[in-house]
């Protein structure tokens, strides 16, 4: 009996680490891949570290980016914030007398339902006539169509980013090269329906401002934003948030981190708001220290919170099913070529909250990621 137990006592030492530590035989199946990987579990009410793998190394984030972008934007605009399309024309009577207007401002919301709305608004104001024509201005934002670092990036997820854009810049699903053409047509048909005439005369004066439309509140945006991956609106609302450059959004949402948690721009890498760019890079820890902020701030954290998918609970089709999962944790997650994230927070089966992040980078696949995560989420 003292031999037997004696050999298994030899047999477990001589076992590699690996094998009698599940975190370790994780990480040794990534890099056996050439998997790069950053990962980290904490406890979500006193932050500390349970278990992980590199967590402070920066790598690609893919859509886990937007989890800065949104934050920083609830917690400087608040969730009630709205920005104002204004429509502008010359009213004589019913009429308006040259071209009708629309000033963009970067509404990344402005479909079909709510330019139809807009009309209507118009209407009640007694417009009935354009005697000119239907005018767009995107003055508001620079030139700057795509973004910093797109250029490898699907041609599906890239859409021309202009303060005035309408359905997403997309038409029957597909991206459109003229946006501006998109936006009129779709102006004209909505004017039309709503009982409102576009005769296409002489332009005339801008006159004043006869409407200004208001968006839905942040709150609404950041939670399409963030449920669905909508890369558009995020990248509208940074553009906003730089006074309608990339470039001054970016530093406005780097400034943000680094006065509010001490993260400089080393830690918070970005070059724009959704993840597209494979400049972008974070590590699992900065992406926890965000989301264990957002979780304790009392002002933007139920907004910030609510915003993120739940596994098991959402009334649209998710890629994970478990049901050992439902309803046990909120994340976003993020994919590109190469590139495999999740962050989160999750419920143990004994009710503790945990506070997670995963980023890999390579010739990964989601279950990757979600190995981990289905592991940590069944202790306790």
């Given at each position: 009996?003292?031999?037997?137990?004696?050999?298994?006592?030899?047999?477990?030492?001589?076992?590699?680490?690996a094998?009698?530590?599940?975190m370790?035989?994780?990480?040794?199946?990534?890099?056996?891949?050439?998997?790069?990987?950053?990962?980290?579990?904490?406890?979500?009410?006193?932050?500390?570290?349970?278990?992980?793998?590199?967590?402070?190394?920066?790598?690609v984030?893919a859509?886990?980016?937007?989890?800065?972008?949104?934050?920083?934007?609830?917690k400087?605009?608040?969730?009630?914030?709205r920005?104002?399309?204004?429509?502008?024309?010359?009213?004589?009577?019913?009429t308006?007398?040259?071209?009708?207007?629309?000033?963009?401002?970067?509404?990344?919301?402005?479909?079909?339902?709510?330019?139809?709305?807009?009309?209507?608004?118009?209407?009640?104001?007694?417009v009935?006539?354009?005697?000119?024509k239907?005018?767009i201005d995107?003055?508001?934002?620079?030139?700057?169509?795509?973004?910093?670092?797109?250029?490898?990036?699907?041609?599906?997820t890239?859409?021309p980013?202009?303060?005035?854009?309408?359905?997403?810049?997309?038409?029957?699903?597909?991206?459109?090269?003229?946006?501006?053409?998109?936006a009129?047509?779709?102006?004209?048909?909505?004017?039309?329906?709503?009982g409102i005439?576009?005769?296409?005369?002489?332009?005339?004066?801008?006159?004043?401002?006869?409407?200004?439309?208001?968006?839905?509140?942040?709150?609404?945006?950041?939670?399409?934003?963030n449920?669905?991956?909508?890369?558009?609106?995020?990248?509208?609302?940074?553009?906003?948030f730089?006074?309608?450059?990339?470039?001054?959004?970016?530093?406005?949402?780097?400034?943000?981190?680094?006065?509010?948690?001490?993260?400089?721009?080393?830690?918070?890498?970005?070059t724009?708001?959704?993840?597209?760019?494979?400049?972008?890079?974070?590590?699992a820890?900065?992406?926890?220290?965000?989301?264990?902020?957002?979780?304790?701030?009392?002002?933007?954290?139920?907004?910030?919170?609510?915003?993120?998918?739940?596994?098991?609970?959402?009334?649209?089709?998710?890629?994970?099913?478990?049901?050992?999962?439902?309803?046990?944790?909120?994340?976003?997650t993020?994919?590109?070529?190469?590139?495999?994230?999740?962050?989160?927070?999750?419920?143990?089966?004994?009710?503790?909250?945990?506070v997670?992040?995963v980023?890999?980078?390579?010739?990964?696949a989601?279950?990757d990621?979600?190995?981990?995560?289905?592991?940590?989420a069944s202790?306790?």
């Open positions: 009996m003292i031999r037997r137990a004696l050999l298994a006592l030899c047999l477990l030492l001589a076992l590699p680490a094998a009698l530590d599940p370790g035989a994780w990480v040794q199946r990534m890099e056996a891949r050439n998997i790069r990987a950053s990962a980290g579990l904490w406890d979500l009410e006193t932050g500390r570290l349970l278990e992980g793998h590199q967590m402070d190394l920066a790598l984030p859509s886990t980016t937007k989890v800065l972008s949104t934050y920083a934007l609830l400087t605009w608040k969730p009630n914030y920005i104002e399309t204004e429509v502008w024309g010359d009213l004589r009577g019913d308006v007398a040259g071209d009708l207007v629309f000033k963009g401002a970067g509404d990344p919301f402005l479909t079909g339902e709510r330019l139809w709305l807009l009309a209507e608004e118009l209407k009640a104001r007694g009935r006539t354009v005697s000119g239907l005018r995107q003055g508001a934002f620079d030139d700057q169509r795509y973004g910093n670092g797109w250029e490898g990036t699907s041609s599906n890239t859409p980013i202009l303060p005035f854009s309408v359905n997403f810049n997309k038409e029957d699903g597909r991206l459109v090269k003229d946006p501006d053409r998109l009129l047509e779709t102006l004209a048909r909505t004017l039309r329906q709503a005439t576009v005769e296409g005369g002489p332009s005339g004066s801008e006159g004043r401002r006869l409407l200004a439309f208001p968006s839905l509140p942040l709150r609404d945006l950041v939670g399409d934003i449920k669905f991956s909508n890369n558009f609106m995020i990248e509208m609302l940074v553009k906003r730089g006074g309608g450059t990339w470039t001054q959004g970016i530093r406005q949402i780097q400034a943000f981190y680094q006065t509010m948690l001490d993260l400089g721009p080393d830690k918070v890498a970005l724009d708001g959704s993840g597209l760019s494979k400049e972008n890079h974070l590590s820890r900065t992406l926890a220290i965000v989301l264990r902020a957002a979780w304790n701030d009392f002002e933007v954290g139920p907004e910030m919170v609510g915003s993120l998918k739940i596994i098991g609970g959402e009334p649209f089709r998710l890629h994970i099913k478990d049901p050992d999962l439902a309803r046990r944790i909120r994340c976003k993020g994919h590109l070529n190469g590139v495999t994230s999740v962050c989160g927070y999750l419920q143990m089966l004994d009710g503790r909250r945990r997670f992040a980023i890999l980078n390579g010739p990964c989601e279950a990621a979600w190995d981990l995560v289905r592991r940590w202790q306790g």
